[in-house]
C-alpha cells in the first residue's frame, strides 16, 4: 500500500487510522451483517453513532449547553444563503467583512435575500491583509456580523476573534474548525463544510446559540429552518450518514491525539516550519501579511513562475501531491490540515530545499 502525503484544500486528507477503520467495519458494520450506509438513520444503531459524534464534538470544542449542534447537508455555500434567511428578519440589515474569495461570496449570497453592509473590505491590499478594526463600520442594528475565519484560497487567517460588541458574531469556519480550541461564546454561530477539516464532503456542521434559533421568520420552509432541524436532531429528513459516521470517527482520533490544545501545538509547528523555509529563501514567497498567515493553507510563489509545472510534476512524483494553487490565484498552496503529519510537512520542507538548489 503506498499513500501520498495529500496536501489538498478539499476534499482533503483524512487520517490514515480513521480509513483503516471504516475499512475493517465497510461490510459488516457493528455486526450487523450490512454497512453503516445501508442502515436506517432512525435505528437505535445510527442513532448512538450521532449522539456520540455531537457528544466528543462537545467535548472537544467545549462547546456550552445553550448551543445546539446541527448535522446539516448543501455544503457551506448553501448556508451562505441561508444564514440570512433564519437569522434576520426581511427588513433587517447584516453586516458582512470581506477578507477574500468565501467571505465576498458569502456576502454575494446574503445580498440576494438581505440588506448587506459591508463592514470592511480587504480589496485595497488585494486581500492579503485584513483591514484595520478601528475602520470598520459596523451597523447596530444589523442582524449579525459573519466573517470568515480562514480564507482558504489565499491562505490569510483571522488568529483573534474580533470585538463586535452585543450583535452575534457568525463564523465561517469552513477550514480552520477543529485546528485550535475556540471559545464558542464568543460566537452566535459557527459553521463548516465538513471537507476540509472534519470528514468526507456532504455534511456541514453548524454549531448556533439557541435563542438565534427563534428568529426565523415566520414561513420559512421547514426544511431550510434550522430551528426544526434542531427540534429533530439534525433529522428532520435523511442526513448524510456516511460523513456523520466518518466525522465521528473523526472526533474520537482526535481526542485520542489529545485534543484540540495538542492538535494547535502541532498546528502551529507544521505551519511555522513552512513559513519558516519560506522566508530563509529569496525562491519562496509568501504575500500574506504576517500577522494573518494561515496555519492551515499555506500558500507560496516561485521566482519564476515558469517552474511551476515542474514543481507540481516532481513533487507529486516524490508523493507529495495536490500543491497547486486554487484556479483564481495561482502559484502553490499546502493544505496541512488536522490529516497531513508533521513529517509530511518535513518532507516537503526538504522537497523545496531541494527543488530550489537544482532549479532556483
Ligand atoms: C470550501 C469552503 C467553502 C465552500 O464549501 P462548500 O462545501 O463547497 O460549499 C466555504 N467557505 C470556506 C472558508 C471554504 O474553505
Redesign the pocket.
Known amino acids: 500500500m503506498s499513500r501520498v502525503i495529500n496536501f489538498s484544500?478539499?476534499p482533503a486528507a483524512l487520517p490514515l487510522e480513521v480509513l483503516q477503520q471504516a475499512q475493517a467495519e465497510l461490510t459488516d458494520w457493528n455486526g450487523s451483517g450490512m454497512s453503516v450506509m445501508e442502515v436506517s438513520h432512525r435505528g437505535k444503531e445510527f442513532i448512538k453513532v450521532a449522539e456520540t459524534a455531537e457528544a466528543d464534538l462537545r467535548e472537544l470544542m467545549q462547546i456550552p449547553d445553550d448551543y445546539s449542534v446541527l448535522f446539516l447537508q448543501g455544503?457551506?455555500?448553501?448556508h451562505f444563503a441561508l444564514l440570512p434567511m433564519n437569522l434576520a428578519a426581511p427588513t433587517q440589515a447584516v453586516d458582512y467583512l470581506l477578507t477574500g474569495a468565501?467571505s465576498k461570496?458569502?456576502s454575494k449570497e446574503a445580498a440576494a435575500v438581505r440588506k448587506v453592509n459591508i463592514v470592511a473590505d480587504g480589496s485595497a491590499s488585494s486581500y492579503m491583509d485584513v483591514p484595520a478594526r478601528s475602520g470598520w463600520k459596523l451597523d447596530p442594528a444589523a442582524a449579525y456580523v459573519h466573517y470568515?475565519v480562514?480564507?482558504?484560497i489565499s491562505g490569510l487567517e483571522m488568529h483573534d476573534v474580533p470585538d463586535v460588541g452585543s450583535v452575534p458574531l457568525v463564523a465561517?469556519m469552513?477550514?480552520t474548525i477543529l485546528s485550535r480550541p475556540v471559545d464558542v461564546r464568543k460566537f452566535g454561530v459557527i459553521y463548516a463544510?465538513a471537507?476540509?477539516n472534519i470528514g468526507p464532503?456532504g455534511l456541514?456542521i453548524l454549531i448556533v446559540r439557541k435563542d438565534l434559533l427563534e428568529r426565523a421568520p415566520a414561513g420559512l420552509p421547514a426544511i431550510l429552518k434550522y430551528s426544526a432541524h434542531a427540534a429533530a436532531d439534525s433529522m428532520l429528513n435523511t442526513p448524510p450518514t456516511f460523513s456523520w459516521y466518518i466525522a465521528g470517527l473523526v472526533f474520537a482520533w482526535l481526542k485520542r491525539q489529545g485534543g484540540l490544545q495538542k492538535m494547535a501545538e502541532v498546528n502551529k509547528r507544521k505551519a511555522d516550519m513552512l513559513y519558516k523555509a519560506i522566508d530563509a529563501s529569496s525562491f519562496y514567497n509568501n504575500p500574506v501579511a504576517g500577522a494573518h498567515r494561515s496555519w492551515m493553507n499555506v500558500t507560496f510563489t516561485l521566482a519564476d513562475p515558469a517552474l511551476d509545472a515542474d514543481f507540481l510534476s516532481e513533487s507529486k512524483k516524490a508523493g507529495l501531491t495536490n500543491l497547486k494553487g486554487h484556479r483564481d490565484v495561482g502559484g502553490m498552496r499546502a493544505s496541512i490540515y488536522n490529516a497531513v503529519p508533521e513529517a509530511g510537512v518535513a518532507a516537503l520542507v526538504q522537497f523545496m530545499a531541494d527543488f530550489e538548489k537544482r532549479r532556483g
Open positions: 484544500a478539499g455544503g457551506a455555500t448553501t468565501w461570496k458569502a470568515c480562514n480564507e482558504t465561517d469552513s477550514s463544510g471537507q476540509k464532503s456541514v
